[in-house]
T-cell receptor, first 109, second 114 residues
Framework: GQSIDQPTEMTATEGAIVQINCTYQ??????LFWYQQHAGEAPTFLSY??LDGLEEKGRFSSFLSRSKGYSYLLLKELQMKDSASYLC??????????WGAGTKLIIKP | TAGITQAPTSQILAAGRSMTLRCTQD?????MYWYRQDLGLGLRLIHY???????GKGEVPDGYSVSRANTDDFPLTLASAVPSQTSVYFC?????????????FGSGTRLTVV
């Protein structure tokens, strides 16, 4: 079967750095996405990785290792507004997105 | 502002009743999707459409139907609602079936079946 695993909840301090991990087992691989979802809102696109390595976009970076079935989202200089759920999703061989359950990130002052 | 419009925002529905959730996009995206999101579970695909005139079943299609008469509209119908269909429903779209730029999501419909 196909699975995406990520921690249920994480807590971090304002101004700090946090890394949210995602491991996956899917039938085929055509890319990995990270989305941010604030409570009661729709998911919004953060990043897309299709090749191994680190993609940096401002305070957010995303890393992918296809051989290990592993990705992480790195958030730097945390702000209170970063409190949200972070969703990992993998595009399988049929180009359908398989979603993880999300990691709820709590930022404390 | 370009994007996806979903209606209604929320609804309480009696079990056994039918309902159509509306979804309209103005980005001329080819692919559209319906997801449900339940606490503790990832987004689950109900139905999808790769292009106008075609539809396909996702992971959890039972009890739901869709149509795609044109590029912009992708309504989701519950023929006879049951309490297990209580959920938040998101409509999404992408410019192609290879979503290199991700999906754009609507703001969601919160449905409670009682």
């Amino acid at each position: 079967g196909q699975s995406i695993d990520q921690p249920t909840e994480m807590t971090a301090t304002e101004g700090a750095i946090v890394q949210i991990n995602c491991t996956y087992q899917t039938s085929g691989f055509n890319g990995l996405f990270w989305y941010q979802q604030h409570a009661g809102e729709a998911p919004t696109f953060l990043s897309y990785n299709v090749l191994d390595g680190l993609e940096e976009k401002g305070r957010f970076s995303s890393f992918l290792s296809r051989s290990k079935g592993y990705s992480y989202l790195l958030l730097k200089e945390l702000q209170m507004k970063d409190s949200a759920s972070y969703l990992c999703a993998v595009t399988d061989s049929n180009y359908q997105l398989i979603w993880g359950a999300g990691t709820k990130l709590i930022i404390k002052p | 502002t370009a994007g996806i419009t979903q209606a209604p925002t929320s609804q309480i529905l009696a079990a056994g009743r039918s309902m159509t959730l509306r979804c309209t996009q103005d980005m001329r995206h080819n692919a559209m999707y319906w997801y449900r999101q339940d606490l503790g579970l990832g987004l689950r695909l109900i139905h999808y459409s790769n292009t106008a005139g075609t539809t396909g079943k996702g992971e959890v299609p039972d009890g739901y139907s869709v149509s795609r008469a044109n590029t912009d509209d992708f309504p989701l119908t519950l023929a006879s609602a049951v309490p297990s269909q209580t959920s938040v429903y998101f409509c999404a779209s992408s410019d192609s079936i290879v979503p290199n730029y991700g999906y754009t999501f609507g703001s969601g419909t919160r449905l409670t079946v009682v």
